[in-house]
């Protein structure tokens, strides 16, 4: 199983922060299944990838560690390929969504962390 763990500090409000979240998802072609105060989950839609291809993203937002505004997001990116090659579809898709969190205009980006 494929899975890529990334952590990022952002700056935004946390009033309808899992709204904004998953509009990000949204952005990067990924449906909502799940989305509750802290936490969204979203996956490929069915017929864009093979079966074991399909990947599924989890965002943690970490409310009871805000600071000034700042906000850490943990965001897991999986599926049920096995890691055979150095680019494979789940890794690609946890690249494209790091670049999506560094550069979307729905909040701002302070960093990314490490694990």
């Known amino acids: 199983?494929?899975?890529y763990a990334y952590y990022y500090l952002i700056k935004a409000s946390t009033d309808c922060l899992q709204d904004?979240?998953?509009q990000v998802?949204?952005?990067?072609?990924l449906r909502?299944?799940?989305?509750?105060e802290d936490y969204v989950m979203a996956?490929?839609?069915?017929?864009?990838?093979?079966f074991n291809q399909l990947v599924k993203v989890e965002v943690l937002i970490h409310k009871s560690d805000m600071q000034n505004d700042k906000v850490k997001l943990t965001c897991v990116t999986k599926n049920g390929e096995l890691q055979l090659q150095n680019q494979n579809h789940c890794q690609r898709m946890a690249i494209k969504l790091q670049e999506v969190f560094r550069?979307?205009?729905r909040w701002q980006f302070v960093e990314q962390l490490n694990g």
């Open 1 to 3: 199983m494929a899975r």
């Open 25 to 29: 998802l949204e952005d990067c072609n």
């Open 32 to 36: 909502i299944t799940y989305k509750s």
């Open 43 to 50: 996956q490929e839609p069915i017929g864009e990838s093979s």
């Open 20 to 22: 904004i979240v998953a």
């Open 103 to 105: 550069r979307t205009p």
